[in-house]
C-alpha cells in the first residue's frame, strides 16, 4: 500500500524557519522524481519545488526561490523541504507528491498535477506574528 506522510508543519514567525518532511512506503522512492505542492485558502494548488530521480535537478518557484531547499534521502524514502524567512504569504497546507509519469519535474517546473499519483495528507503552515 503506497502511502506519504508529511510532517514539520506549524505556527511560526515571519523570517521564522520549519523543516517538513515527507516519508514515503509501498513503493521504491529512487525510481521517481518528487516535489513538494502547497494550498492556500481559495488558491490553487501550486507546485513549489521539486527534485528529478536521475540527475537530482531541482527546480523551486519564483516566490520561494533562495529561501526552500528540496533534498531526498532514499536509504530513508523521505524527502525534505527547507523552509526558511518564512512569509505570511507562504502559509498554507504544503503537500510533498511523486511524479509516477516521471513527465511533470523538470527544471523549469513541476509540470501539471495529473503527473502525480501519490499524494500526502498534507501538513498546514501558518506564518503569523
Known amino acids: 500500500q503506497v502511502q506519504l506522510v508529511e510532517s514539520g508543519g506549524g505556527l511560526v514567525q515571519p523570517g521564522g524557519s520549519l523543516r517538513l518532511s515527507c516519508v514515503a512506503s509501498?513503493?521504491?522512492?529512487?525510481?521517481?522524481?518528487v516535489a513538494w505542492f502547497r494550498q492556500g485558502p481559495g488558491k490553487e494548488r501550486e507546485g513549489v519545488s521539486c527534485?528529478?530521480?536521475?540527475?537530482?535537478?531541482?527546480y523551486y518557484s519564483a516566490s520561494v526561490k533562495g529561501r526552500f531547499t528540496i533534498s531526498r534521502d532514499n536509504a530513508k524514502s523521505t524527502v525534505y523541504l527547507q523552509l526558511n524567512d518564512l512569509k505570511p504569504e507562504d502559509a498554507a497546507v504544503y503537500y510533498c507528491?511523486?511524479?509516477?509519469?516521471?513527465?511533470?519535474?523538470?527544471?523549469?517546473?513541476?509540470?501539471?498535477?495529473?503527473?502525480?499519483?501519490?499524494w500526502g495528507q498534507g501538513t498546514q503552515v501558518t506564518v503569523s506574528s
Open positions: 507528491a511523486i511524479d509516477t509519469r516521471r513527465m511533470g519535474c523538470s527544471g523549469a517546473g513541476t509540470g501539471t498535477l495529473n503527473n502525480y499519483a501519490y
Open positions: 509501498g513503493f521504491t522512492l529512487d525510481f521517481y522524481p
Open positions: 527534485m528529478t530521480h536521475n540527475d537530482g535537478s531541482t
